[in-house]
């Protein structure tokens, strides 16, 4: 029909769009995911970049040189995707002078020989706060992060000392700590050995061996001044980790620092394409599963009784609707037929309902595509911003079915001013968005993080907005609103009849309190990793499960959206236009809830500007997530509605 006409119109053109943005993208690379592997040869230069430096208590990221370490001569930042500047990545080269397959034993990293660095009071002061808000350094080599590797022996009781040793259980830790504070003294982590990995690539007699980078691993450590024994030569000897003195900042007091670093070479059997396996191990696939298997339990078993019920009464509804043969009991009928003459009764306020409903559809396409192509691998997260970069666009080029659906409904509802309600489709949900993000990133600015959204960004960002998603949103509207609108099974009574007084458990709260919880059950400890991985640094790649978890939330918010429109015509209230959208968004409301446990529970968050930050994206979250979760029962609750009155013989 012209509906499927439309997604498939919609899907082709949303797969070129990929197909375009992914041809530029890899112009450079043969590999799809991320990049090409690089082959170093013997005593090649393997360079050391920083990214930044983060923590999970602030939210607020800092770039690398914003703390007095060492610098090489020429500072050379590198070129941002749009992606990577709205996370707040900085990269930056660093001093560490790294060769491939060639160990170093103890070298002090700047002002060599053997001079330490001097730290003034201001600067000891603000390296003794970022140690207490346990801000951790982010460094990269060959684009792979440096991991911290953590191990814990499982608790099992009565078994062999040899035993328990081979059973310890290896986590890494995004990055390395900064420095540590004990009983209110603060160390600094100065002296950095790393432990690299390689692959060696199998090579033809007499060539060269090709070396690739499968892993970087850092220990920090705290050693004091006196203790590193620099030499004229710029070398220096680590001391026994039994005899070791770390190394204080006191915050009062200038401080003199020894900067230094060794590195070590180790040969791996893991192979260049596996290398990000070590930082996507999770310890909780099997949570995982769980959860999936039983949202799909849950929501198809729920599925199958709604289904069922609604069918069953329906049938019998329409059967006795249709019966004509006992004319006195037709007269006192109730139930939804009643209705039949003020069911398509255009609501209020038809332009802005038409918007949001066009914002939604601009949401559900962007994050449909957004998951679909993440699934295949494509946006994985060693392709930095990838997925920033692609939402943002995909959003803006999504406007065209936004405004066609938008345009669509509103001539449906009656609406003339097709201008006007294309302008607000594109400006209504977006403007939100940005005035949100406008006023965080005040605060931001105000804190110095790099995390703060440069001018030029934002002004680039706008012109996106009016020069792409604009004129897009316009012809989709424009299209949207010539078209025939959607055809109403039933004609409209010019005087709109008295709405019975409803029940207690009518009311529109109870209703989203009620139709929240399937759709929120069903995608729970998905929305736990989530938030994980936004607001504790983690990566998130698990998109396969997110597809399956997004297709369950489909289909429950369609179910739910069906079922509470069916007892709301059946209670004789034919306003359900606004009422469907604000009801089937119900899950928005738990979400909310949950971020606020979240925050409670798991983050140690404790001041004013990193607690604005969370409730502020927040809100853009539960914003969204409404629009979408409301347009998705929105459209269900129509298409059911024109299927039964499409059904019944009307007089």
């Known amino acids: 029909s012209r509906m499927t006409r439309v997604f498939k119109m919609a899907a082709a053109v949303g797969k070129w769009t990929l197909v375009v943005l992914s041809i530029l993208h890899a112009a450079n690379s043969f590999y799809v995911p991320g990049v090409a592997p690089i082959n170093f040869h013997q005593n090649d230069v393997v360079e050391i970049k920083a990214v930044k430096l983060t923590s999970s208590r602030t939210q607020l990221p800092y770039e690398y040189y914003s703390l007095p370490f060492c610098r090489p001569e020429k500072i050379v930042y590198k070129g941002e995707n749009l992606g990577e500047v709205l996370r707040g990545d900085r990269i930056v080269n660093t001093p560490f002078a790294l060769t491939m397959n060639t160990d170093k034993p103890c070298e002090v990293l700047c002002d060599k020989p053997n001079k330490p660095v001097k730290l003034s009071v201001e600067k000891s002061k603000l390296i003794a706060e970022r140690i207490k808000e346990e801000y951790y350094v982010h460094l990269i080599a060959d684009n792979l992060p440096v991991a911290t590797r953590l191990e814990f022996f499982p608790n099992r009781e009565g078994e062999d000392e040899q035993k328990k040793d081979s059973l310890r259980d290896v986590q890494f830790e995004h990055g390395y700590r900064l420095g540590f504070s004990d009983s209110n003294k603060f160390y600094l982590h100065n002296h950095l050995s790393f432990i690299l990995y390689y692959h060696k690539e199998k090579v033809e007699q007499d060539e060269e061996h090709n070396f690739r980078v499968v892993r970087f691993e850092v220990v920090p450590q705290s050693v004091r001044l006196q203790d590193l024994k620099a030499d004229e030569k710029g070398l220096c000897t680590l001391p026994d980790a039994s005899g070791s003195v770390p190394q204080e900042i006191d915050p009062t007091k200038e401080n003199d620092v020894l900067f230094t670093y060794s590195v070590h070479w180790e040969e791996s059997s893991i192979k260049w394409a596996s290398r990000w396996d070590t930082y996507l191990t999770m310890s909780d696939v099997q949570i995982h599963w769980f959860s999936i298997v039983n949202s799909v339990v849950v929501v198809f ?351």
């Not at 738990?590 to 001041?607: G, P, Q, R, T």
């Open 301 to 651: 078993f729920l599925s199958g009784i709604l289904s069922m019920i609604i069918i069953r009464t329906l049938r019998k509804d329409i059967a006795n609707y249709n019966r004509e043969d006992d004319i006195e009991d037709t007269m006192e009928e109730s139930g939804w037929k009643n209705v039949h003459g003020d069911v398509f009764r255009p609501p209020q306020y038809p332009m802005i309902l038409s918007s949001l409903l066009g914002s939604g559809i601009q949401l559900f396409c962007m994050i449909l595509i957004v998951i679909f192509v993440a699934m295949l691998g494509m946006l994985s997260p060693s392709s930095r911003g990838a997925l920033m970069t692609t939402s943002c666009f995909l959003f803006m080029f999504m406007g065209v079915f936004g405004g066609y659906f938008a345009g669509r409904l509103y001539r449906t509802l009656k609406g003339h001013r097709w201008k006007k309600g294309a302008f607000c489709t594109a400006t209504l949900y977006p403007a939100v968005v940005f005035g949100i993000c406008f006023v965080l990133n005040c605060f931001i600015w105000g804190e110095h993080s790099s995390g703060a959204v440069p001018f030029a960004t934002m002004v680039a960002l706008l012109c996106m907005w009016f020069g792409i998603s604009m004129p897009l949103v316009y012809l989709g509207y424009y299209f949207g609103f010539r078209k025939q609108p959607y055809d109403n099974p039933v004609r409209t009574n010019q005087i709109p009849r008295q709405i019975p007084e409803q029940r207690w458990y009518m009311n529109k709260f109870v209703g989203i309190l009620m139709a929240g919880i399937l759709p929120f059950g069903a995608m729970f400890i998905e929305l736990f990793f989530i938030f994980s991985a936004i607001w504790e640094n983690q990566f998130y790649y698990l998109f396969g499960f997110l597809f399956l978890v997004f297709i369950i939330l489909v289909v429950s918010c369609s179910q739910i959206s069906i079922v509470m429109v069916y007892f709301q015509l059946c209670a004789e209230d034919y306003r359900w236009w606004w009422r469907t959208f604000l009801v089937s968004g119900g899950s928005a409301f738990y979400v909310l809830i949950y971020a606020v446990f979240y925050f409670v529970n798991k983050l140690d968050i404790v001041e004013f500007i990193p607690s604005l930050l969370y409730f502020g994206y927040t809100a853009l979250m539960v914003l969204s997530f409404w629009l979408l979760t409301g347009t998705i029962g929105f459209y269900a609750a129509y298409m059911f509605i024109r299927k039964i009155y499409a059904a019944v013989k009307i007089d």
